[in-house]
């Protein structure tokens, strides 16, 4: 949607950067904080050369969020997508909440490790409640409503 409006967009996908950039990377908070800088880093690189740069990563901690807000020059908006655990577990195609459930995943966030939701982002949407259209609708008129894009009925 937003190139269609005429935006650079680049997503930085969790899993993709975990991969290429932070391979051996774990689970920890020490590890976890690293890729969470790393992300931010090239986000940074990317909205400072007029790319609009979406970051698609669980960042569980807050302190983190908020040092990585703190360095970027370019309007910073931080989407909280909240989902029930219950969705979550039925959504995953990997498996994975289930074996952090049976204790076979450590530090695996909302289950043996936390989430500590943000206290004021920017835009809140409800993946559990709301379709990916609605919930795709609430950001951009929020967005929209900043300035950040063009009203698309312009």
């Known amino acids: 949607m937003l190139a269609d409006r005429g ?3 680049e997503i930085l996908d969790g899993d993709e950067v975990r991969t290429n950039l932070s391979k051996g990377l774990g689970f920890s908070k020490e590890d976890r ?3 969470i800088r790393r992300i931010g880093y090239v986000a940074r690189l990317l909205s400072r050369n007029g790319i609009v740069a979406i970051t698609a990563a669980i960042s ?6 908020d040092e990585v807000r703190g360095q970027h020059e370019a309007k910073f908006v931080e989407v909280y997508v909240e989902c029930s655990i219950d969705e979550l577990v039925r959504r995953d195609k990997k498996g994975l909440y289930a074996k952090a459930l049976a204790g076979e995943i450590k530090n695996f966030t909302g289950i043996s490790d936390p989430y500590e939701p943000p206290p004021a982002a920017d835009v809140h949407v409800h993946s559990d409640r709301e379709t990916v259209q609605e919930s795709t609708a609430v950001i951009v008129r929020w967005l929209e409503r900043q300035g950040l894009i063009a009203d698309a009925a312009i």
């Open 7 to 9: 935006c650079r967009v």
């Open 60 to 65: 569980p901690y807050r302190e983190i969020r």
């Open 33 to 35: 904080d690293t890729n």
